[in-house]
Structures are given as structure tokens and as C-alpha cells.
């Protein structure tokens, strides 16, 4: 159970309502890690206590199994940890159009490394679905590079704006050429789509 915000009446009051999660494979270094995903909610986030797997399959096999013993089908698992990823995407956005007033104070400066932590993990989530593009269908495969372009586009933007020291934007920098990468491979084995009308 997760408590959220909800209203009821003109009350605005503290609720708990049950959110659907699944777990997910997220590469990890040279491995990979199971991921759980909670539903219109910030993530996924690694799950340590299932610890690291040698490839990304093993720890997808491990998440979907997981997923059965939750009576999660495949689709509806992705359908949630999609979600998750969105509600990312959506905060780090945020994040990244707020106007900072207060930058120059304690919560400016946890407010910018809260900032490059959702870019460092858009950043590797991006990298992670280019991988695991290769499985998917075309149709799902142009969505991921429609969402890794975005991510591509945020990291971007955040370098030309963050006021972070020389390390801190180095790792961005390095995340955000290494999804360049990957996009292009990704990019050049998609057939072409004219958007010409016959």
C-alpha cells in the first residue's frame, strides 16, 4: 500500500490506496537487476535484496516469474512498469522547467542533485530499452526510440542549464553520447518510414 494525496469533498486528506507493482530487468554494469515498478509512480527502482544477475535474461526471467506469482500476465506488467517510467519521465521534466528562486539555498542544492540522479536514471533506463529494443515488436520498438529521443533531448537541455561541478555533468555527458549511440544502431536497423502519402 501506498499512501497518496486524494480528495474527498473539499477535503484534501492523506489516503491509502493499494497501487498494482510489477518487477522488471534493468542492465546494472556488466549485469543486470530486478526492478520493481509501482503504477503511475516514480521508477522502477532496483529491488537489492534479489541481488545482481549475470545477463539481462536471467533477471527477467527471475521478474517474470515475479510477476506470475503476483497473477500479473506480461502485458499487464509491462503495462505497469511503463507507467513508472512515464511518472519518471514526467518529474524529471518538471524538474527540469521549474523556475529556481530558491537555487542558491539547501533546498536548491538537494532540489539539483535530486535533479541529476532522475537524469542519471532516465539516462540508464533510456539505454536499458534501446537494449532490449532488438525483442520487441516494430511498432514497440519506434515507441522506445520516440522515448529515448525525449530522454536524449532532456539530458541535453539539462547539460546547457545545470550549474553542477565538473564531474557531476561529466556522467551525464558520458550517459547522454553513449544513448546517442545507441539510438543510432537503433535508428539504422528500423526500416525506414516514409511519412510521404501515396
Not at 20 to 33: E, I, L, N, P, S
Not at 89 to 113: I, K
Request: aromatic residues 6%; positive net charge.
Amino acid at each position: 500500500m501506498v499512501p497518496v494525496l486524494a480528495r474527498r469533498g473539499s477535503l484534501l486528506g492523506l489516503v491509502r490506496m493499494e497501487h498494482r507493482f510489477a518487477f522488471t530487468a534493468q542492465f546494472w554494469g556488466d549485469g543486470a537487476v530486478v526492478c520493481r515498478a509501482v503504477e503511475g509512480c516514480p521508477g522502477p527502482v532496483v529491488e537489492q535484496q534479489f541481488g545482481e544477475f549475470r545477463s539481462w535474461t536471467q533477471a527477467q526471467n527471475f521478474a517474470s516469474k515475479l510477476n506470475e506469482g503476483l497473477d500479473l500476465d506480461s502485458l499487464t506488467a509491462r503495462r505497469i512498469v511503463t507507467s513508472s517510467i512515464l511518472a519518471t519521465a514526467c518529474v524529471v521534466q518538471e524538474a527540469l522547467n521549474s523556475p529556481s528562486p530558491w537555487a542558491s539555498s539547501t533546498t536548491g542544492a538537494a532540489a539539483r542533485s535530486a535533479q541529476l540522479q532522475c537524469v542519471l536514471a532516465e539516462l540508464a533506463l533510456a539505454l536499458t530499452m534501446c537494449r532490449s529494443a532488438s525483442y520487441l515488436s516494430e511498432t514497440s520498438a519506434r515507441r522506445v526510440l520516440l522515448h529515448t529521443r525525449r530522454v536524449l533531448n532532456d539530458s541535453t537541455h539539462f547539460l546547457r542549464v545545470h550549474d553542477g561541478d565538473y564531474d557531476q555533468l561529466k556522467g551525464v555527458a558520458a550517459g547522454t553520447v553513449a544513448l546517442n549511440s545507441a539510438v543510432q544502431r537503433l535508428s539504422a536497423r528500423l526500416p525506414y518510414e516514409s511519412t510521404e502519402s501515396a
